[in-house]
C-alpha cells in the first residue's frame, strides 16, 4: 500500500527537503503542500491524505490549532505528525495532547522520516520516551489520575501500556512478551477504551500524568 502525505510548513525549503526525501520512498506519495495550518482543512477534503506531515509552529495557525481543526472536521481523520527543531518543546506537547499522533525532529536523518510516516500511517504513535517524560514532568494533575483508576486495568494491560511508554509498536511489545501482534492489539484496544483515550499516544500522554510511570 502507498503512504499518502500532505506536507504542512511556512519553510518552503523544510517542505521541498521533505518532498525530496519522501517521494524517494516506493511506497510514499507526497500529493500535497500547504505554507501554512489555514489552508489544510480545505487540502484534507480535497486530496484526503493518510498523514499529515506539519510543522508545530507556524504564523496563521499552529500545529496546535490545526490538529484540532482536523480532529473536528472528520470523522476519520488523518494520522498527524508534528516536527519541531527541539525536541523539548511544550508547542510539541500541546499538539500531543490535541490529538497530534507523534512528532518528529528536524534533524532526523532521512530513513528515519520515512520511517516515522510509516509508523503513524500504520495506527502506532511515533514518540521519545525520554523527550515526553521531559516535557510531562511537573503535568500530573488529579484528573488523570482518577482516571487511571476508574480505568482497573488489568495486570497485564498495565504491562502493555508501560511498555506503549517505552515507544514500542505492537509487534515489538509481542516480541518482548512472547505473546501474538493480535493479542498486543487486543490489550491495547482495552486499554484504549478503559482508559477514555482516542488512540495510543492519548494512552501514553495521560500515563505520564497520571503518575502511572512513577509509581
Known sequence: MTVTVLLVDDEPLARAGLRAILDAQPDIDVVGEAADGVAVIPLLKQLNPDVIAMDVRMPLMDGIETTRAILRSSARPPKILVITTYENDDYVYAALRAGADGFL????????????VRTVAAGDSLLYPAAVRSLAAGRGNHRARERLVRAALTDREETVLLLMTRGLSNREIAGELRIGPETVKTHVSGILTKLGTR???????????SGFIDR
Do not use: H, M, S
Open 105 to 116: 525532529l528536524k534533524r532526523a536523518r532521512p530513513v528515519e522520516i520515512a520511517n516515522a
Open 199 to 209: 488512540d495510543r499516544t492519548q494512552a501514553v500522554i495521560l500515563a505520564y500524568e
